[in-house]
């Protein structure tokens, strides 16, 4: 049974930064995608960021970019999201997704086929 999970979200002031860590486990395969998605009270879920196998390949939001930074930890089934220069609008459940058929190659299409129940991100304006 494959398993995903978030931890390290918080409630921080805007500005503030906040590191989040996703672990996978029950996988098989010893190569997969992963990502960061996020949703705010009635809004849509939104792509974050996007990560390769070996962390060569990296993929962003727009609204994003320069703020924060996806990396794979020592053991590659592991996944952080450093989140700096927060703002209220990043407020949202953040939740890492999983693309069990990625090989090799960009991460702007993948498909995500498990997702972790999510982590809470609050920034006070």
């Known amino acids: 049974q494959v398993h995903v999970v978030e931890t390290g979200g918080g409630s921080v002031q805007a500005g503030d930064s906040l590191r989040l860590s996703c672990a996978v486990s029950?996988?098989?395969?010893?190569?997969?995608?992963m990502g960061w998605f996020r949703q705010a009270p009635g809004k849509e879920r939104e792509f974050v960021a996007a990560?390769?196998?070996?962390?060569?390949?990296?993929d962003y939001a727009d609204s994003v970019k320069g703020r924060f930074f996806i990396a794979r930890a020592n053991a590659r089934n592991t996944m952080d999201l450093q989140m700096n220069s927060l703002k209220h609008e990043d407020t949202a459940i953040y939740l890492c997704?999983?693309?069990?058929?990625?090989?090799?190659?960009?991460?702007?299409?993948?498909?995500?086929?498990?997702w972790g129940q999510g982590t809470q991100v609050t920034v006070s304006a």
């Open positions: 990560i390769s196998w070996t962390g060569e390949y990296t």
């Open positions: 997704a999983v693309d069990s058929t990625y090989v090799t190659g960009g991460v702007r299409h993948l498909r995500y086929d498990y």
């Open positions: 029950g996988l098989p395969q010893n190569a997969f995608g």
